[in-house]
């Protein structure tokens, strides 16, 4: 399983609550995750229902088997001040520039020195190791940015070959590349089985291939269950009213043609987005790329859900050591997908 799982997706298909799910279900068993925010929204606070996280790692939550989830909101000045006091020795001089709005000026005009710094620090969070030389994180999860520019913040090393050929931030945005196109990222798309998240989706999957990043899971969150079996729906579809007011006559329902019309449009409201549905599935499958389901969750994400969702990803086989990042078992069998039409709880995720 990759130790650098980035997760990216449209605007309003849960990626923050994904991400965070992720992060409890790859915490379980003992092991150790950090959540990492590059947005400054704060996004992941509010889901673990803490305190605004500061520019230091901080434990939000505990799994079950006594496994930790760590956060990190990244801010980008404060990412540069490290790095010129890392580089530079700049110290109180580093300060000094912030205050004459210096740091903001360079992160605002060249874009791309930001996102290496962004990156930088959760690439740095990957690879770091203790004492005993292991790895201080079993897995880093990155809540990034949207997919329309994922794979432009991802590939920071095209990004500033502009502006530093040589030097240290030349060589950082090369050792960020070393780890974003090794086996040990993998990038996860979140949609929904609508048309434009979806054609989002396909559209960020192939620009991660062209720029050789590496794309882990396509994850299908708020999946609304099927209320209607294959027979129902064809009756549905059709628009059988007199057949269906005849079936409540005989179940003794009164007033069954006054119910005729309301639960008919409600059925063939019903049928007709599920047939929109599994043309959204195919196009999906189309993909070739493993998938996870999420059900919806009607009432809202609370850290309870949150667990239910980690549950979820374990469940089909996220956090299996013996599944890599492709969705592979270790004998190369073929790739683990997501519970069919109806299946799961009914919850989901919505933030």
């Known amino acids: 399983m990759s130790r650098f799982q980035v997760v990216s997706g449209k605007g309003g ?18 092991r150790r995750t950090l959540l990492v925010e590059v947005e400054g929204r704060q996004g992941i606070a509010q889901l673990f229902e803490s305190e605004a996280l500061p520019y230091e790692e901080r434990r939000i939550a505990v799994a079950p088997g006594g496994g930790e989830v760590h956060a990190l909101a990244i801010d980008a000045e404060r990412a540069l001040l490290d790095y010129l006091q890392m580089f530079y020795k700049l110290g109180s001089a580093g300060r000094a520039l912030k205050k004459l709005g210096a740091i903001d000026f360079a992160t605002t005009i060249a874009p791309g020195v930001r996102d290496v710094l962004l990156t930088g620090k959760a690439c740095e969070a990957v690879r770091r190791k203790d004492k005993q030389g292991r790895f201080v994180y079993d897995h880093v999860i ?76 396509v994850v299908v969150n708020m999946v609304r269950p099927h209320l209607l079996d294959e027979d129902a729906l064809r009756t549905a579809s059709g628009g059988r009213r007199r057949e269906i007011a005849k079936a409540l006559t005989r179940s003794g329902v009164t007033g069954s043609a006054a119910l005729v019309r309301p639960l008919v449009e409600q059925a063939a409201e019903h049928a007709q987005r599920v047939g929109l549905e599994r043309e959204q599935r195919a196009v999906l499958a189309g993909l070739g790329l493993p998938t996870v389901e999420l059900p919806l969750m009607g009432e809202g994400v609370s850290l309870s859900a949150l667990h239910d969702l980690a ?16 969705g592979q078992g270790s004998a190369g069998g073929a790739p683990r997908s997501g519970p069919g039409p109806g299946r799961g709880s009914g919850r989901g995720v919505g933030s």
């Open 13 to 30: 298909t849960g990626k923050t609550t994904v991400a965070a799910a992720l992060a409890l279900a790859l915490a379980t068993e003992g």
């Open 142 to 217: 990155m809540d990034a940015p949207p997919t329309g520019r994922i794979t432009r913040f991802l590939n920071v090393n095209d990004e500033v070959a502009g502006l530093a050929r040589i030097g240290p931030i030349h060589n950082q945005a090369q050792a960020v590349m070393r780890v974003l196109k090794s086996p040990e990222t993998a990038v996860h798309l979140v949609t929904l089985l609508e048309e434009m998240p979806v054609q989002e989706t396909a559209d960020g999957v192939a620009e991660l291939r062209a720029a050789e990043l590496p794309v882990g899971r």
């Open 311 to 326: 549950a979820e990803f374990r469940k089909q086989g996220v956090g299996d050591d013996t599944v890599d990042a492709a």
